[in-house]
């Protein structure tokens, strides 16, 4: 009887953490468009937009030793309902006047925060048999959160932005809710030393496993690489539209959504079909994307774009999501859930750093958007082919 209402409570609890997390999702995406016209308002220069990204993910960098504990040290409820509280106090900073950058940097505080936690419950709540399925449930809501959250986001912040930000808070206050109904669970690799230095030497310890673990390294590796380019593409895509298609910001966000709904589909089609031990076989799934990311140098018409960037997402889930789950299992098992997701988060997000800089200088450096876009395509293509034969020699 205890174990069934045991099985009962975690069941409960994983559609609690599932609607907090689309919520705080969609309200993250909707933030980003809706401060991307608050900077046209404020006719800031073209290039801080791809900034927005970079003073976001700057927290997840610097943080990266610190969160992973932290979120290993309480129950993740907990810490996922605190770290929305920082997201909403961000997103308020930015209606009462703070610089877009500053305050979309705050989010990104909450963001760092809440991540661990929320990958990290995941293997506290579910076996690993059970990982693959539920990756692909939270991949799945998540992507719905970018497709609503840049359509909501970019029309509703073209009619009026401080009322698009008054409705993010309001998401932020409610997934912030669900967070308090998510029932706690015991406690995994829990530190003892908490001060900086030994969190810092922790975390280091935890990535040097990580890397070196040749599992862990492989869904680090492409991980890195498609959250990085992904994440910079959406940007992109928004530029182009309006290059080539001549959309404006509600229309391209539409647009870059599609990428958004063909990764559902994938990460839909990956939880039913492809099993966590078979993650290093679908690696080439990533050169056929860097192809047909390239293509869109020659598309003319909308219609085209939507169904080349649909591709694009449904080879982006096939292949993240049980790398993603690959790598939660192998950092349970070595280092602890919030830890592991504290040194992909590092990783990660190193990657959109660096790749949306080189996006940064590349708008500076007035170079036309067609090219920017098959660069970032020509890059996916290489880099994967690369890793392929790296890690099919390595298996060999």
């Keep these: 009887m205890q174990v069934k209402s045991y099985n009962q409570i975690r069941s409960k609890g994983f559609y609690s953490f599932l609607s907090a997390q689309f919520l705080s999702a969609l309200a993250d995406n909707a933030l980003l468009f809706a401060a991307i016209a608050l900077l046209t308002r404020l006719d800031a220069p073209t290039w801080h937009q791809p900034l927005l990204l970079q003073f976001f993910v700057f927290a997840y960098i610097v943080l990266a030793p610190f969160v992973g504990a932290y979120a290993d040290s309480k129950p993740k409820g907990q810490v996922m309902f605190i770290a929305n509280g920082i997201k909403l106090f961000g997103c308020l900073a930015m209606f009462f006047g703070l610089q877009p950058l500053y305050a979309y940097g705050i989010v990104g505080i909450g963001a760092a925060a809440y991540s661990p936690a929320k990958y990290g419950i995941l293997t506290e709540m579910l076996p690993a048999n059970s990982l693959v399925s539920a990756n692909g449930w939270v991949e799945g809501s998540t992507v719905a959160a970018i497709i609503l959250g840049a359509m909501f986001g970019g029309i509703l912040a073209v009619y009026n932005v401080d009322l698009a930000i008054v409705i993010i808070s309001l998401l932020y206050l409610i997934a912030a809710i669900f967070n308090r109904y998510i029932p706690s669970l015991p406690l995994n690799h829990k530190i003892d030393k908490k001060d900086p230095w030994s969190l810092i030497k922790d975390f280091l310890s935890s990535f040097k ?188």
Excluded at 248 to 268: N, P, Q, R
Excluded at 339 to 366: C, D, P, R, W
Aim: hydrophobic share 55%.
């Design 209 to 396: 496993k990580l890397w070196n673990d040749p599992l862990g390294q492989l869904s680090l590796t492409i991980t890195t690489l498609f959250w990085g380019a992904g994440a910079t593409l959406r940007l992109v895509i928004i530029a182009w539209a309006a290059y080539a298609l001549g959309f404006g910001l509600d229309k391209s966000t539409t647009l870059s959504a599609t990428v958004a709904f063909g990764v559902a589909i994938g990460a839909i089609i990956a939880a039913f079909f492809i099993k966590m031990k078979d993650s290093t076989k679908i690696l080439p799934i990533g050169i056929f994307m860097g192809f047909v990311v390239c293509s869109i140098f020659f598309v003319t018409t909308w219609e085209t774009a939507a169904i080349i960037l649909t591709i694009v997402g449904v080879l982006s889930g096939l292949l993240i999501v049980p790398l993603n789950a690959l790598l939660q299992y192998r950092g349970h098992l070595l280092v602890g859930a919030g830890h592991s997701i504290a040194v992909q988060n590092f990783s990660e997000n190193l990657g959109i750093l660096l790749l949306s800089g080189a996006y940064t200088f590349m708008v500076k450096g007035n170079i036309p958007i067609n090219g920017i876009m098959f660069i970032f395509g020509f890059f996916v293509l290489l880099s994967m082919t690369i890793a392929s034969i790296y890690y099919a020699k390595a298996n060999d």
